[in-house]
């Protein structure tokens, strides 16, 4: 018995090895919007974002825009759905913002109160430290923070959640999807405490900012935020080392490992133990699909 067990642990500790060699990167997050192109208006003219493509898919009556700070071979990139005929949504307490670095928040600020942005916090810097942030709400009512920080090849550098158990949140992101802690802060003194997870130095790329809420172990999702895609090079693979995560920490898988009908990138998607949703994507798929 003893050494069926050990037989059947050996191919578990070799699999959840892999999301730590596997080439993972947070390719983009899926949001819905209630007016594509006002969206799209605020986030190039205010942001400083690029449209990179936009398609419009009638027949399923949806469009979508995907924007960011440079090419989605190696940025990461907002992906706003448009619904036809659906003109708001509800963003729930569990979604937190977005983050953008900037190297002067003052005067995106200005830029941002220039085309009608609501300020909800006014550029200074944050209590009790020297960081320089302020937050803005876009159009449909998304918050981004604006931190200032000195140039970076990943501007839009954070996408912030809010989870009920935040030891078994770091614990799942490190060994369904290979991410590191980057670091972790407790402010009890704002009855919260947060933890930054990623692929590599936050102030490089874009990274996840996990928060607990003393006290508040459930949120309301909505119907406006929708997922983060991230790329790997086995979706099988990687599909497997999730459903055993799931196993031990909670989670559903949404979507079994395989190819989607008719566009053929092989993907698989499931819920963290909160409900927040992932897409795992093929690197060689994605880029055949960003360039067919």
């Given at each position: 018995?003893?050494?069926?067990?050990?037989?059947?642990?050996?191919?578990?500790?070799?699999?959840?090895?892999?999301?730590?060699?596997?080439k993972r990167r947070l390719l983009h997050a899926v949001y819905r919007?209630?007016?594509?192109?006002?969206?799209?208006?605020?986030?190039?003219?205010?942001?400083?974002?690029?449209?990179?493509?936009?398609?419009?898919?009638?027949?399923?009556?949806?469009?979508?825009?995907?924007?960011?700070?440079?090419?989605?071979?190696?940025?990461?990139?907002?992906?706003?759905?448009?619904?036809?005929?659906?003109?708001?949504?509800?963003?729930?307490?569990?979604?937190?913002?977005?983050?953008?670095?900037?190297?002067?928040?003052?005067?995106?600020?200005?830029?941002?109160?220039?085309?009608?942005?609501?300020?909800?916090?006014?550029?200074?810097?944050?209590?009790?430290?020297?960081?320089?942030?302020?937050?803005?709400?876009?159009?449909?009512?998304?918050?981004?923070?604006?931190?200032?920080?000195?140039?970076?090849?990943?501007p839009l550098c954070q996408v912030m959640l809010r989870v009920g158990?935040?030891?078994?949140?770091?614990?799942?992101?490190?060994?369904?999807?290979?991410?590191?802690?980057?670091r972790k802060i407790d402010r009890p003194e704002h009855k919260y405490?947060?933890?930054?997870?990623?692929?590599?130095?936050?102030?490089?790329?874009?990274?996840?900012?996990?928060?607990?809420?003393?006290?508040?172990?459930?949120?309301?999702?909505?119907?406006?935020?929708?997922?983060?895609?991230?790329?790997?090079?086995?979706?099988?693979?990687?599909?497997?080392?999730?459903?055993?995560?799931?196993?031990?920490?909670?989670?559903?898988?949404?979507?079994?490992?395989?190819?989607?009908?008719?566009?053929?990138?092989?993907?698989?998607?499931?819920?963290?133990?909160?409900?927040?949703?992932?897409?795992?994507?093929?690197?060689?798929?994605?880029?055949?699909?960003?360039?067919?």
């Open positions: 018995m003893a050494e069926e067990a050990a037989k059947a642990v050996e191919p578990n500790v070799e699999l959840l090895e892999w999301p730590k060699k596997d919007v209630g007016d594509l192109e006002r969206t799209i208006k605020f986030y190039t003219e205010g942001f400083g974002m690029k449209l990179l493509r936009q398609r419009d898919i009638p027949e399923e009556k949806y469009s979508n825009a995907f924007l960011g700070f440079g090419p989605e071979e190696s940025n990461f990139v907002v992906e706003l759905t448009y619904n036809y005929g659906v003109t708001s949504y509800d963003i729930g307490t569990g979604f937190g913002h977005f983050a953008i670095a900037t190297e002067d928040v003052y005067k995106l600020v200005e830029k941002l109160r220039a085309i009608g942005g609501n300020i909800t916090r006014e550029p200074g810097p944050v209590k009790g430290g020297t960081s320089v942030i302020a937050f803005v709400k876009d159009p449909d009512g998304y918050i981004f923070e604006l931190i200032q920080r000195g140039p970076t090849p990943e158990d935040l030891d078994r949140s770091i614990k799942f992101y490190e060994k369904a999807l290979g991410m590191k802690l980057l405490t947060l933890a930054m997870v990623g692929y590599d130095d936050e102030y490089k790329t874009t990274v996840l900012e996990l928060t607990y809420n003393y006290g508040v172990t459930e949120y309301t999702k909505g119907n406006a935020y929708a997922q983060v895609a991230i790329g790997t090079d086995d979706v099988y693979k990687s599909g497997e080392v999730v459903n055993l995560v799931i196993q031990e920490l909670g989670g559903k898988i949404t979507r079994q490992p395989g190819p989607i009908p008719g566009i053929n990138t092989k993907i698989t998607s499931f819920l963290d133990p909160d409900g927040w949703k992932t897409v795992l994507v093929d690197n060689e798929d994605f880029l055949k699909e960003l360039h067919g």
